[in-house]
């Protein structure tokens, strides 16, 4: 990404959330990010924060796309919900959209 940063090329990276949990990007997507409710039971979250990493040579953009499942598209109900998280890193600035 520094490479990139310092040739000063767009760039858009989905980040691998292996060592972080989904939950952790639902408590920051409640808390900062637009909530729509694709049905009843899924609600799909999301917005955009700065990420400050030490080994980047600026700050970038992380965007998020979150997704918590109450019930099933076929209607069964689930006794914890799922959540899905989808995080990416960019210099792209534009906003998003329902």
């Not at 972080?20 to 009843?40: F, K, N």
């Not at 109450?70 to 919900?81: K, M, R, S, V």
Request: include cysteine.
């Amino acid at each position: 990404m520094n490479v990139c940063l310092n040739e000063q090329v767009n760039f858009i990276i989905k980040r691998n959330l292996r060592r972080e949990s989904p939950e952790e990007w639902l408590a920051i997507a409640q808390q900062d990010g637009m909530c729509c409710e694709e049905r009843e039971g899924k609600r799909v979250y999301l917005g955009a924060m700065t990420w400050n990493d030490k080994k980047l040579v600026q700050p970038i953009r992380a965007v998020y796309h979150v997704t918590e499942r109450t019930i099933e598209a076929d209607g069964q109900i689930l006794l914890t919900p799922t959540v899905d998280a989808e995080v990416y890193w960019t210099t792209l600035v534009c906003e998003y959209e329902q």
